[in-house]
C-alpha cells in the first residue's frame, strides 16, 4: 500500500525543528519552495527566507542542489530592486 502524502503543516514541523532523522520528499521540498515563494510576495525578508530554506535543504540534498541556482537569482532580484 503506497505511502499516503504528509500534511502540509507537518512539513513545515519537520523543517522548521530539529529533526534530521526525517527525509523528505522531492515534492514536499517544491511544496516549501512555493511557500516560500508565497511568504516573499507577502513581504518576508530574504533573511527569513534564506533561513527557511537552508532548513529545508537539509533534508534533501538533491533539492539543494536544483534550487540553489534558483535562490541566487532571487537574491540577485531582490539586491537590483533595493539599489534601483
Known amino acids: 500500500m503506497p505511502k499516503s502524502p504528509r500534511p502540509f503543516w507537518q512539513v513545515l514541523l519537520i523543517v522548521l525543528g530539529d529533526n534530521q532523522r526525517e527525509k523528505l520528499t ?16 507577502e513581504g518576508a525578508t530574504i ?12 533534508y534533501c540534498t538533491e533539492c539543494k542542489n ?19
Open 66 to 84: 536544483h534550487y540553489q541556482r534558483h535562490i541566487m537569482e532571487l537574491e540577485r532580484k531582490v539586491l537590483l530592486k533595493r539599489i534601483f
Open 26 to 41: 522531492c515534492e514536499e521540498c517544491t511544496a516549501m519552495m512555493e511557500y516560500l515563494a508565497d511568504r516573499a510576495i
Open 47 to 58: 533573511d527569513e527566507l534564506k533561513s527557511t530554506a537552508n532548513s529545508l535543504f537539509r
